[in-house]
Nanobody
C-alpha cells in the first residue's frame, strides 16, 4: 500500500523554525515530482513548494527565501525546512507526489494540488506567541 507519513509539525513562535518530514512507503520517490501544500482554516489548499524528479524547484511567493524543499531518495523522504515563520504560515501541511509519467514537470511545477496524486495525512503547524 502506497502512502506518506508526515511529521515535524507543532507550535512555534514567530521567527522560529521547523523541519517537516514526509516518509514514503510502498513506492520509491525516484521517479516522482513531489510537493508540500498547506491548508489554513476556511481557506483552500495551496501549493507551498514543489520539486521535480530532477530537483528543479518552485515556491510560492509568500515563502520564497524562508522555506526550502528537499528530498533524500536513499531514505525515501521529503523535507520542508521552514525558517522565519510567521503567524500566517499556520496551517495543516501536506506532502504529495505524482509520477513523472503521469504529469510532466511543466504541469507539476504549477504546484497546484490537483496535479498531485498521492497524499499524506497532514501535520499541523501553529505559529503563535
Amino acid at each position: 500500500q502506497s502512502q506518506f507519513v508526515e511529521s515535524g509539525g507543532g507550535l512555534v513562535q514567530p521567527g522560529g523554525s521547523l523541519r517537516l518530514s514526509c516518509v514514503a512507503s510502498g513506492f520509491s520517490l525516484d521517479y516522482y515530482h513531489i510537493g508540500w501544500f498547506r491548508q489554513a482554516p476556511g481557506k483552500e489548499r495551496e501549493g507551498v513548494s514543489c520539486l521535480s524528479s530532477g530537483d528543479s524547484s518552485v515556491s510560492a511567493d509568500s515563502v520564497k527565501g524562508r522555506f526550502t524543499i528537499s528530498r533524500d531518495n536513499v531514505v525515501n523522504t521529503v523535507y520542508l525546512q521552514m525558517n522565519s515563520l510567521k503567524p500566517e504560515d499556520t496551517a495543516v501541511y501536506y506532502c504529495a507526489a505524482v509520477h513523472v509519467t503521469r504529469t510532466s514537470w511543466p504541469m507539476a511545477s504549477s504546484c497546484a494540488p490537483n496535479k498531485y496524486d498521492y497524499w499524506g495525512q497532514g501535520t499541523q503547524v501553529i505559529v503563535s506567541s
